[in-house]
């Protein structure tokens, strides 16, 4: 597929709020999603929204649709150290079922 | 743990070689994913198989092919390898909710080639 486009590189301090930013590409994806991947581990499932929606809301998770921008950004409040991770978007293939065109990741750096 | 496995964990073999990576889903789920992880392409989906049957493909390659057998288990087979070859290999297996696809990773097969 084509890019998905994320900023690779995030650092925050334990306590704040990170926002990863993602631009997707494809206007007719019905879900979009969000991925985190610790090292040497596989990829967890985060949480999902569907396109028709603005926002999802999951605990400490935020979900922003930008339907108009193809903009989706995963925030996450009160940091914490277990947050640091590669975090990645991912947007539904209309031409491949289901499967999905995954961003670069980006890696989020939490410090104390 | 997601429920789905992944075996092996590592493989490193030589160039022209084949191997197969296996993968298990989780109970009940009919749809198996495989994509491949490498420094310089990200994450790319290779083939999807449900219920046994191919449903689609994406960047994979000739040498690569896979099945899906009766008790749902699934196998990844690349052959003729080459040094690029060399990557983290993911099954995914998943289930619709309310219209979302929700897709579980397993842990992944480190493949290096030499």
């Known amino acids: 597929g084509e890019d998905v486009e994320q900023s690779l590189f995030l650092s925050v301090r334990e306590g704040d709020s990170s926002v990863i930013n993602c631009t997707y590409t494809d206007s007719s994806s019905t879900y979009l999603y969000w991925y985190k991947q610790e090292p040497g581990a596989g990829l967890q499932l985060l949480t999902y929204i569907f396109s028709n929606m603005d926002m999802k809301q999951d605990q400490r998770l935020t979900v922003l649709l930008n339907k108009k921008d193809k903009h989706l950004s995963l925030r996450i409040a009160d940091t914490q150290t277990g947050d640091s991770a590669i975090y990645f978007c991912a947007e539904s293939m209309r031409d491949s079922g289901y499967a999905l065109n995954f961003g670069k990741g980006t890696s989020l750096l939490v410090t104390p | 743990d997601s429920g789905v496995t992944q075996t092996p964990k590592h493989l490193i073999t030589a160039t022209g070689q084949r191997v197969t990576l296996r993968c298990s889903p989780r109970?009940?789920?009919?749809?198996v994913y495989w994509y491949q992880q490498s420094l310089d392409q990200g994450l790319q989906f290779l083939i999807q198989?449900?219920?046994?049957?191919?449903?689609a493909k994406g960047n994979i390659l000739e040498r690569f092919s896979a099945q899906q057998f009766p008790d749902l288990h699934s196998e990844l087979n690349l052959s003729s390898l080459e040094l690029g070859d060399s990557a983290l290999y993911f099954c995914a297996s998943s289930v619709m909710r309310g219209g979302a696809d929700e897709q579980f990773f397993g842990p992944g097969t480190r493949l290096t080639v030499l």
């Open positions: 109970s009940g789920d009919l749809s």
């Open positions: 198989y449900y219920n046994g049957e191919e449903r």
